[in-house]
């Protein structure tokens, strides 16, 4: 019983702490990256928008970092999934498959995004040559960014809420 309550989230689902603050979380940052965009494409804030995708990157890095951590070594996911009605015919393990097909790429193009914007642009970012590549790289990211989080809310939602 008292490892039941602290597994337990504080979502209405069988979800860990973890599990359920990650599947709020990328509420947030796809809200984040949204507005991040915006402040760049309409408002033309450079520097704003750099320093909300670095942050962005290094709270994403922190909560990757601990979420695997929790899953790998102290959450057993497949028994709290194991009561819903997608797992025996393994569409929960279908769904967390395509969500892994987003989610593990994701991370590597960010940085990559992230590395060559550093590089390429100042201090105090201003639109130069390099803009367009930038660009481009910056919606592969957020294109992955925002069916990692789908994804994730699909196989959350499979596995512990059904």
Do not use: C
Not at 114 to 129: E, R, S
């Amino acid at each position: 019983m008292v490892m039941a309550q602290l597994q337990g989230g504080f979502l209405p689902t069988r979800g860990t702490f973890m599990l359920d603050f990650v599947f709020i979380a990328m509420f947030l940052i796809v809200l984040i990256l949204g507005v991040s965009i915006f402040l760049v494409r309409k408002k033309r804030l450079f520097r704003l928008h750099k320093r909300i995708q670095l942050l962005t990157a290094a709270i994403l890095l922190a909560a990757i970092i601990a979420f695997e951590i929790d899953v790998r070594f102290f959450t057993q996911w497949q028994e709290l999934a194991k009561p819903s009605r997608f797992y025996e015919q393994g569409w929960v393990h279908w769904a967390l498959g395509v969500h892994l097909v987003f989610a593990i790429p994701t991370p590597f193009i960010w940085i990559y995004t992230i590395v060559m914007a550093l590089k390429n642009f100042a201090t105090d970012p201003q639109p130069n040559n390099y803009s367009p590549k930038h660009k481009f790289w910056g919606w592969v990211s957020t294109v992955f960014m925002v069916l990692t989080a789908a994804t994730g809310w699909v196989f959350y939602l499979m596995a512990f809420s059904f």
